[in-house]
């Protein structure tokens, strides 16, 4: 069964980095488009940013010229290489699997606080 799993997730001051990862399994990895998505409290989920079976890259307009997504086929893994991290960008991120029909990983928490 399609199984994604985050990690890297933690608590980092204002300006700092982290970066995110998503194991998969379960499914041929390099045929399908990856995603991140987060979600805030009492918000909802929303797009971060997106990556195509080819390697295109979509971001969302908030964190363009900070986050770099990026996949290695070779260890069904995607990356979410998050810079100059704001308090605004605290949330929990989860990991999605394209195609007919969408999967979640169970998310990592984000804080971004001083």
């Known amino acids: 069964q399609v199984q994604l799993v985050e990690s890297g997730g933690g608590l980092v001051q204002p300006g700092g980095s982290l970066r995110l990862s998503c194991a998969a399994s379960g499914f041929i990895f390099n045929r399908f488009p990856m995603a991140w998505y987060h979600q805030a409290p009492g918000k909802q989920r929303e797009l971060v940013a997106e990556?195509?079976?080819?390697?295109?890259?979509n971001y969302a307009d908030s964190v363009k010229g900070r986050f770099i997504i990026t996949r290695d086929n070779a260890k069904n893994t995607v990356y979410l290489q998050m810079n100059s991290l704001e308090p605004e960008d605290t949330a929990v991120y989860y990991c999605?699997?394209?195609?007919?029909?969408?999967?979640w990983g169970r998310g990592t928490q984000v804080t971004v606080s001083s």
């Open positions: 990556i195509t079976s080819g390697g295109s890259t």
């Open positions: 999605a699997r394209g195609g007919v029909y969408t999967y």
